[in-house]
Nanobody, 119 residues
């Protein structure tokens, strides 16, 4: 029911910046958490940033460089990425967790957007 549409990826040089957006459409009520994950070739998918209510959490590798924010009125979550490094290269996925009254919580994933940091 919930669809997450991502945008903002691309190619950037080391030290540059990108801003990712993730818009939730459909039945987007009762979403209790939204986050950004990334997966590099040959590696496990890892949590980058998470927002739950007024609390935010970041992977140690991105603290001080990335900022997650959410606009509830627009049902959109953002990831501002500054001082990008080659090791940030990955496919970035938006995630949303929704509470239900009839079963387990449901997780939804965006289609992924490629971020490449290279000279």
């Amino acid at each position: 029911q919930v669809q997450l549409v991502e945008s903002g990826g691309g190619l950037v040089q080391p030290g540059g910046s990108l801003r990712l957006s993730c818009a939730a459409t459909g039945s987007s009520f009762r979403i209790v958490a939204m986050g950004w994950y990334r997966q590099a070739p040959g590696k496990e998918r890892e949590l980058v940033a998470l927002t739950t209510g007024g609390t935010t959490n970041y992977a140690d590798s991105v603290k001080g460089r990335f900022t997650i924010s959410r606009d509830n009125a627009k049902n959109t979550v953002y990831l501002q990425m500054n001082s990008l490094k080659p090791e940030d290269t990955a496919v970035y996925y938006c995630n949303a967790e929704q509470v239900t009254i009839y079963g387990p919580n449901r997780n939804y994933w965006g289609q992924g957007t490629q971020v490449t940091v290279s000279s």
